[in-house]
């Protein structure tokens, strides 16, 4: 990315969010309909244009007895995610919903869900 402008995201650290690509996306049940499992955003790498969402994309990492570590043993971390496989969501609605931004008191922008029209 230029180092130009930085990037503005809608999804920000602490939101709840739905992975809509990947292994951790929502299965249809038999009866053909979606259920949902809203994540809390841990973390969003603006640089990078990713996102590191709870319980998702979980790795184990194998380390080796150290001084800051003694045991050693195999470690569970959260890798980051492409911030455009993740939608927010709605709480209203309890669905994902797209964002809109809408200026409010003159300069302050508040972001609005799109389906419920609520402020998030």
Do not use: C
């Not at 049940?29 to 949902?36: A, C, L, Q, S």
């Not at 640089?47 to 998702?56: D, M, S, T």
Request: charged residues 35%; positive net charge; without cysteine.
């Amino acid at each position: 990315m230029s180092n130009r402008f930085k990037p503005k995201y809608n999804i920000k650290k602490g939101d709840l969010v739905i992975v809509i690509t990947g292994a951790a996306k929502p299965r249809k049940d038999d009866n053909g309909k979606v259920e949902y499992k809203p994540r809390v955003v841990k973390e969003v790498l603006v640089e990078a244009g990713k996102v590191i969402v709870e319980g998702v994309n979980v790795v184990s990492k194998h380390t080796k007895p150290s001084a800051q570590n003694t045991q050693g043993g195999i470690v569970k971390k959260e890798m980051p995610i492409q911030i455009s496989n993740v939608m927010l969501w709605d709480a209203k609605a309890k669905a994902p919903t797209k964002v809109k931004r809408v200026r409010e008191e003159g300069k302050k922008t508040v972001r609005v869900s799109k389906k419920s029209g609520e402020i998030i």
